[in-house]
């Protein structure tokens, strides 16, 4: 007979996958599903702005999907898709707020997609361009909600990542004084910029 805790330890995760997998095939099926209603709809009215928008608003959603999947090159050309498909509907009709919030999504998405991939600077220039779209949107609409939550949202995305990036580079600097400080240890000077990069890191709440 197998050990119980031996035998949880080897099924549960087996059992993990197997659903997983099921419900990542059933979200695929629902984004095929989702995007062939939206593509159905454009064969009768190519000029549809709200097609267009909902075309948007899904290819962003497999985005996101694919992105957790780390499928990052499929999840690029989704992005990709999407804010063509706002971009199109905007031409048509460009005080359409909820398109102006939807591109606003699709662009803080793929800038959360670059940063993960270590384009930190590709992803500010998304999450700006994100921004710009929720100003658009609430220009359109000053009482939108969702406008102004998710503006908020992309505005907070390059402070978190200008943090992340400041204390990277203070933690570093704290090394480098650091061995400086091996070396000539009675070294004022580096002594007090130890001490003000230290500050610095307690700031950040850093160690």
Known sequence: ???PDTSSKSVIPEW???IQLSQDAE?????ARALAACKKSLRLAPDNCFSLCNEGYTLRSLGDFQTKLTRYARARKSYAQAIAACEKA???APNYADCHDTKGLVLKSLGDLQVQ?????EGVQSYTQAITAHEEALRCAPNFVDAHANKGSAL???????????ARSFQTALEE???????????????????????????????
């Not at 650091?178 to 700031?203: F, G, V, Y």
């Open 27 to 31: 979200a695929k099926q629902s984004y």
């Open 177 to 207: 004084f650091s061995r400086a400080l091996e070396i000539a240890p009675n070294d004022k000077r580096i002594h007090d910029l130890r001490d003000q990069m230290q500050e610095k890191t307690n700031k950040l709440g850093l160690p």
């Open 117 to 121: 991939c270590a384009k930190d600077m």
């Open 156 to 166: 907070s995305s390059p402070g978190e990542l200008y943090t992340r990036l400041a």
């Open 1 to 3: 007979m197998l050990d």
């Open 90 to 92: 905007l031409r048509l």
């Open 16 to 18: 993990c996958c197997i």
